[in-house]
Structures are given as structure tokens and as C-alpha cells.
């Protein structure tokens, strides 16, 4: 098998400073090579400098890139133009901000085929619907006509690899391309992805900080750190024999520990919910009149001890964070119960709820959107005090109690004077579980808290969440799609399927011995390491 890509000693510096070292690797014809590491190691400025769309500030110290045996480096822009999409295609992380939500999926297909091979008319419509099948889209031709908004994260990624694979890449660069995912979408992406590779001998350049999907996809494995490659190998050795003391680490932390728990008394429910139903209207017409209801949560219950996690786990749209935010008085119940230390919460008034409001905490799934960028760290926390009128009224001593919380979620007391863009994904994170921690509360939801963490990262914020608890005993309601981290995280897990619970448990017993198919479904298509 021939070379279809070849790095040659790849630098890359902002002046003085080189951001990518000597970085070699070839990647052959029909092959799925994966570079791992956590952000900011260099992966993605890899494949920018591949497609040569690095910004102003970087320049290219030493090295080459060549695509099979000619140099991009020497080529000129126009002739760059012409590879960018046609030998050489890109499948990003965020289906949703790289699709333009103004035009229609077909049209940004078309696009690429207008302009790569100028097909038109009827031929260039046919060849879009017959990417569409190709990628397993449903209904092609009704689906040509309809705009990103209109079609659930694993069928926009359907689209982004329509565009991709348009006019047949002799590369296909795959950037994070399953990270947001749930596990059954992930599942037929990954599925897809091999079928692809295969009836078409495509070469694939497969960015991720997921072991499990590299175990299952690739061909051979290359781990970056500060933007070196610490290591490549097979990817059967790679994980039969990891060399580096950074890849055993990555490896570690994406298997994971489940640290015995003592086993609790029967305590009593911190929160109970019963029967929750939470229907949102269907409105229609110009009088905007009720012509049916979306059942978001139909009919939940579920318990929490003071002390104790629940997993709350289910594929997006099954209405997970709706019952965070029925919970929180963030959406109005349509029927049942939420009582919180006995009391009932889906009755209270604005004022009666404000006690409440500090007993229950939230950690979101985006800490940078959840964060204010034009406050401090320390102002972000401070507010949550001052609203809810937790601790000292002096500035003094909520500087102390500031720095002191900052400490304890392993940050530094001088981060509160600085601002949420100057921190790293896994630092905003605890960062804003500082903030919930602020106002002392007894129950935090943690939406999705992990989803967007390098695997290292995600390992030290689930150790973290570990110790506050064993230290204050506050119990976590725990949402999220993945599977792999319920084992580590939670004492009882609830499985969510449109609007309803289908199994719930102790988490020995549902993840060992699963009851109902749904559970044993989403269980079949988490991906394992495959050692």
C-alpha cells in the first residue's frame, strides 16, 4: 500500500514559540489512523495545517506536508483551492455551527458538487440524493429541502459526511467527529465511517480523545503531548503494550476506577419525584391554536438519598435535562409531584422558592457559555452569595470564602481575579462546580457535566466531584449519554426512553444484568476498549 499522506518534521511556531515539534507520520491508502491526545496538544492544528488553513499568527517553521507524492506547501493558493474538499475533506466536531443554518442540507451538498465537478440541473439533485442513502440518511429526497435546525445531531453529522465524501477525497480528516453524540447515534457513525472506508479504500485521518472508539476504529495510533508524538504504534500493540508514561496514563483514565462505597443505610429521600409529567404545547396557524403536545416527561419517578448519586442516562431528546429543569422551577409540571426535604416544590411561589433555590445547585454541560465572560471568577461565585444571601455580607470575607472554595476544587486562590477565557475546558468546570458549591447546597444536577472533557480531564472531574462528596455528603443527580463513566460516578441508575423510565436500579445490577431491551441497546453500543 502506497502513501496517500506524509508529515515530514512538521514545526510550527507563533514567533519564537513552536507550538508543534518535528511532528512525522504517514498515513497509507485505506487506512484509519488515529491522533489522540487532550486539547491543546495539537491534534487539530495538524489537520489545519494539512488542509493549510492555519491563522496569520502561525507559520510553518520546518517540515512538509505531501499528498501522495506532491508538496501542499509549495503549491499555490488557487491550486490549494481545488484539493480543499475534492482530494483533501473535512468532518467537524459541531455538525450544527459548520452547517449554514440559512440554506438547505441538499444545497450545501450541491454546493461542493457545483463547484468541485460543475455538475447541474437534474444529475447534480441526483447525485445529492444518492450521498443521502449512502450515509443511511432517511427519506432523501424529502430530506434534500430541509434546513439544519429541522434534523437531530446524528443526522446533521450524516450531512457533514455527505459533504465530505461528495467528490470521492482521497483523504477524509475526521475531527472529533462522534464527541457529542449519543451512544447509539455514535455507534452508526462509527459503523458507517468503516462501511465507507472499505467499499471505497479511503484513507482517514480520525482526531479523538476517546480510547474506546480508537480501539474499535483504527489501524494505527499516534498519541500527541505538547505537540510532540510521544508515541505510535498498531493498534493492537498500542494497547497491548502502551510504552509512554503518558499514553498508560490517557489509557487509565479513559478505563477508569470504581472505588468500593461503603454500603449506605437505608437513608431517606433527600428528593422524591412522582408521577412528573411535563407537556409542552404543539402551536399551529395564525391564531397559534393547541393542536397537540410533546410529551417530554411522561409519567417519572424517581428518588434521591442524601449522600448517594443517581446516573440519569438516556439518548438526547428523552428527557433528561427536562426533569433537571422541572426540578429546578426552570419549566412549569403539568402533573405530579417533587417534593425536596419533604416539602413540595412544584407549587411554590417565585419568593417561597428562593431557599430552595440554594439547596439545589446546577453544573452545565458548556462551562463556557454558563460562565459571564466579562466577570471575574471571583465576582461569578460572589453572585450566587449575594442573590441568595449565603454567608457574610463583608467583601473581605467573601474574598476569603472565595479563594477558600477555589482551593478546594483544585484551583488557585489568584484565579479569581482573572476571566473565564483565560482558563482551559476542565478549569471552567470547576470552576463553575465552585459555583454551585458556594451557596452550600445539598443536592447539585449535573447536566452533562463531562461530555465535552478530554478523557484526563473528564478523570479529574469525576475524581473531584468524588471527594466533595465523601467530604459534605452532598448527593448529585447525575445526567448524562456516557455509559462509560456510570460505573465510576453513580450508586443507583435510571434509564430514560421518550419521556419515560424503562429500567431503574442499583447501578451493580442494571449495568451487570440489564432488564429491559432499551438498556441492553444502549449498552451493546458504548464503545469498549478493545484491548
Not at 483551492?81 to 451538498?109: D, H, T
Not at 466531584?465 to 467530604?471: A, V, Y
Not at 448524562?480 to 443507583?492: F, G, K, M, Q, Y
Amino acid at each position: 500500500m502506497h502513501n496517500i499522506l506524509s508529515i515530514e518534521n512538521l514545526t510550527l511556531a507563533v514567533g519564537k514559540k513552536k507550538i508543534l515539534k518535528s511532528v512525522s507520520f504517514k498515513i497509507k491508502q485505506g487506512e484509519v489512523f488515529a491522533l489522540v491526545g487532550e486539547s491543546g496538544s495539537g491534534k487539530s492544528l495538524t489537520s489545519l495545517a494539512i488542509m493549510r488553513l492555519l491563522p496569520k499568527a502561525i507559520s510553518v517553521s520546518s517540515g512538509d506536508i505531501k499528498l501522495k507524492s506532491n508538496s501542499l506547501f509549495a503549491l499555490p493558493e488557487y491550486k490549494m483551492q481545488k484539493i480543499r474538499g475534492k482530494s483533501i475533506a473535512m468532518i467537524f466536531q459541531e455538525p450544527m455551527s459548520a452547517l449554514n443554518p440559512v440554506m438547505s442540507v441538499g444545497s450545501q451538498v450541491a454546493e461542493v458538487l457545483k463547484l468541485h465537478l460543475g455538475l447541474k440541473g437534474e444529475r447534480l439533485k441526483a447525485k445529492v440524493i444518492s450521498l443521502f442513502k449512502e450515509v443511511a440518511l432517511k427519506d432523501p429526497q424529502e430530506r434534500y429541502s430541509w434546513y439544519p435546525h429541522q434534523l437531530s445531531g446524528g443526522q446533521k453529522q450524516r450531512v457533514m459526511i455527505a459533504i465530505a465524501l461528495a467528490c470521492e477525497p482521497d483523504l477524509l480528516i475526521a475531527d472529533e467527529p462522534t464527541t457529542a453524540l449519543d451512544v447509539t447515534i455514535q455507534a452508526q457513525v462509527l459503523e458507517l465511517l468503516n462501511k465507507i472506508k472499505q467499499e471505497r479504500n479511503l484513507s482517514i485521518l480520525f482526531i479523538t480523545h476517546d480510547m474506546a472508539v480508537v480501539s474499535q476504529i483504527a489501524d494505527t495510533v499516534a498519541v500527541m503531548l505538547h505537540g510532540e508524538i510521544v508515541e505510535q504504534a498498531l493498534c493492537k500493540s498500542f494497547f497491548k503494550a502502551p510504552q509512554h508514561p503518558y499514553t498508560k496514563r490517557l489509557l487509565k483514565d479513559a478505563i477508569g476506577v470504581k472505588e468500593e462505597k461503603k454500603t449506605a443505610t437505608k437513608a431517606k429521600p433527600l428528593l422524591e419525584v412522582k408521577a412528573l409529567k411535563v407537556h409542552f404545547p404543539i402551536k399551529k396557524g395564525f391564531f397559534q391554536r393547541t393542536v397537540g403536545v410533546v410529551k417530554a416527561v411522561d409519567g417519572v419517578t424517581l428518588s434521591i438519598a442524601k449522600g448517594r448519586t443517581l446516573a440519569l442516562v438516556g439518548e438526547s431528546g428523552s428527557g433528561k435535562s427536562t426533569i433537571g429543569q422541572a426540578i429546578l422551577s426552570l419549566v412549569p409540571t403539568t402533573e405530579g409531584s417533587i417534593r425536596f426535604e419533604n416539602q413540595e416544590l412544584s407549587q411554590l411561589k417565585t419568593e417561597a422558592l428562593k431557599p430552595y433555590r440554594r439547596k439545589i445547585q446546577i453544573v452545565f454541560q458548556d462551562p463556557f457559555s454558563a460562565l459571564n465572560p466579562r466577570m471575574t471568577i471571583g465576582d461569578i461565585i460572589r453572585e450566587g452569595m449575594l442573590s441568595l444571601g449565603v454567608g457574610s455580607k463583608e467583601r473581605s470575607v467573601q474574598d476569603t470564602q472565595i479563594e477558600a472554595l477555589l482551593l478546594k476544587v483544585d484551583l488557585e486562590a489568584e484565579h479569581a481575579h482573572r476571566y473565564p477565557h483565560e482558563f482551559s475546558g476542565g478549569q471552567r468546570q470547576r470552576i463553575g462546580i465552585a459555583r454551585a458549591l458556594a451557596v452550600e447546597p445539598e443536592l447539585i444536577i449535573c447536566d452533562e457535566p463531562t461530555s465535552a472533557l478530554d478523557v484526563s480531564v473528564r478523570s479529574q472531574v469525576l475524581t473531584l466531584l468524588k471527594k466533595l462528596q465523601e467530604e459534605s455528603g452532598v448527593s448529585y443527580l447525575f445526567i448524562t449519554h456516557d455509559l462509560s463513566i456510570v460505573p465510576i460516578i453513580a450508586d443507583e441508575v435510571a434509564v430514560m426512553k421518550e419521556g419515560k423510565i424503562v429500567e431503574q436500579g442499583e447501578m451493580e445490577k442494571v449495568m451487570n444484568n440489564p432488564q429491559h431491551a432499551y438498556t441492553k441497546k444502549l449498552l451493546k453500543s458504548a464503545p469498549r476498549m478493545i484491548i
